[in-house]
C-alpha cells in the first residue's frame, strides 16, 4: 500500500501555481526581449539618423557648365575659391579683399567657385589665376587639362593658405613646388602668433614688410621643403612658437616663388584667419603677388 504524502487537493494547487509562476516567467522574459529589441532599434536609428551637413566639409563637387564671363579689361584676375576640401568661413573676406587689391590696380577680376571655367576659351581672358583657400581635386579630366595647358602657357598662378593642404592631386603639389602636407597645430596651440623671417625683401611682395615680421595664422607643415628651383621668400622662426616635432621642418618656408616653364608660380601659406584680409602688410604682400605673377612688377621666369 502507498502512503500519500500530500493529499490530492494541495498537489493540484502547487502544481497550478508552478504552471503560472513559469507562465510570469515566459512573459518577463518576452517584456526583457521586447524591450531590448526596442533599444537596439533606437539606438541604430540614432547612428543612422542623417545628420546635419558640416559647412566646413562640404560634399566634392564637380562642375560642368562654365560660368559666363563679364567684359574683362586686360591684365585680368580669376578668383576661385571652390572648395571640394575643409572650407574656411575666411573664404567671405579673401575673396572681396582680393577683388578690391586687383580694382586698386585697374585691373578686372572675375570670383567663382565654379570650376567648369577652367576650359581653354574662358582661361584665354585671364592673366593670372588665385587660388583664395580652395581646396580638394576640383577638375574633370578636361578642367585638369586645360588649367595645365594655360600654365604651360606662361600664366600666373598665387596660391594662398589652403592652396597648400593634404587635399590637392600630385600635379597640383608638384606645380607648388614643396612636399605634402603633415598637419598643423592643434587644440590651444592651432593659431600662434610667431616670427616670421623674411629672407628676401627685393620681391614685390615681400619689399614692404620688415626682416622679422610677426604673425598669427595657423601654420603648415609638410615632409618636404620647396624644391631646390624654388626662391624662399618669408620662412617660420620655429624657436617663437609652440610646434610638436612631428611638425618641425627646421627650414620651415612659408612664402615662395618658382618657375613652371614660363609660368610663375607664387605661394604663400598666410590667409587662414578672417583678421588676415584686412591686414594691411599681408595685404600689401598679395598686391606685390599678384603684380608679379600678371609680369608687371619683378622678374622671373622669362
Avoid at 588649367?147 to 593658405?161: K, N
Avoid at 598666410?270 to 608687371?296: F, Q, S, T, V, Y
Wanted: charged content about 20%; hydrophobic content about 45%.
Amino acid at each position: 500500500m502507498v502512503r500519500r504524502l500530500f493529499p490530492h487537493g494541495q498537489v493540484r494547487r502547487a502544481l497550478g501555481h508552478r504552471q503560472r509562476a513559469v507562465a510570469h516567467e515566459a512573459a518577463r522574459g518576452c517584456e526583457v526581449k521586447i524591450a531590448l529589441a526596442l533599444a537596439a532599434t533606437l539606438l541604430l536609428s540614432a547612428q543612422t539618423a542623417p545628420t546635419a551637413p558640416d559647412p566646413r566639409r562640404p560634399a566634392p563637387t564637380l562642375d560642368s557648365v562654365p560660368p559666363k564671363l563679364p567684359a574683362l579689361t586686360r591684365p585680368a584676375v580669376l578668383i576661385i575659391s571652390k572648395t571640394n576640401g575643409y572650407r574656411h568661413d575666411s573664404i567671405a573676406q579673401a575673396v572681396p579683399a582680393i577683388a578690391a587689391l586687383v580694382k586698386a590696380r585697374g585691373w578686372s577680376s572675375f570670383a567663382t567657385e565654379n570650376a567648369a571655367v577652367f576650359n581653354p576659351a574662358s582661361l584665354a581672358r585671364f592673366d593670372v589665376i588665385v587660388f583664395a583657400n580652395a581646396s580638394g581635386d576640383i577638375y574633370t579630366p578636361d578642367q585638369r587639362a586645360a588649367f595645365q595647358a594655360w600654365i604651360a602657357g606662361g600664366g600666373g598662378f598665387v596660391g594662398l593658405h589652403s592652396a597648400g593642404d593634404g587635399s590637392h592631386p600630385d600635379w597640383f603639389v608638384k606645380m607648388r613646388g614643396n612636399g605634402q602636407f603633415t598637419g598643423h597645430p592643434g587644440g590651444a596651440d592651432q593659431f600662434q602668433t610667431a616670427d616670421l623671417t623674411v629672407t628676401d625683401r627685393s620681391h614685390p611682395a615681400t619689399r614692404a614688410l620688415p626682416a622679422i615680421w610677426p604673425w598669427t595664422d595657423e601654420y603648415y607643415s609638410w615632409d618636404a621643403a620647396p624644391a631646390p628651383d624654388a626662391h624662399i621668400l618669408a620662412r617660420l622662426d620655429e624657436t617663437t612658437m609652440r610646434l610638436e616635432p612631428k611638425l618641425q621642418m627646421g627650414e620651415h618656408a612659408l612664402i615662395w616663388w618658382r618657375c613652371e616653364g614660363r609660368a610663375r608660380i607664387f605661394y604663400s601659406a598666410l590667409g587662414h584667419k578672417a583678421e588676415a584680409w584686412a591686414d594691411p602688410a599681408h595685404l600689401k604682400m598679395l598686391d606685390g603677388a599678384i603684380g608679379w605673377a600678371a609680369r608687371k612688377e619683378g622678374t622671373g621666369c622669362d
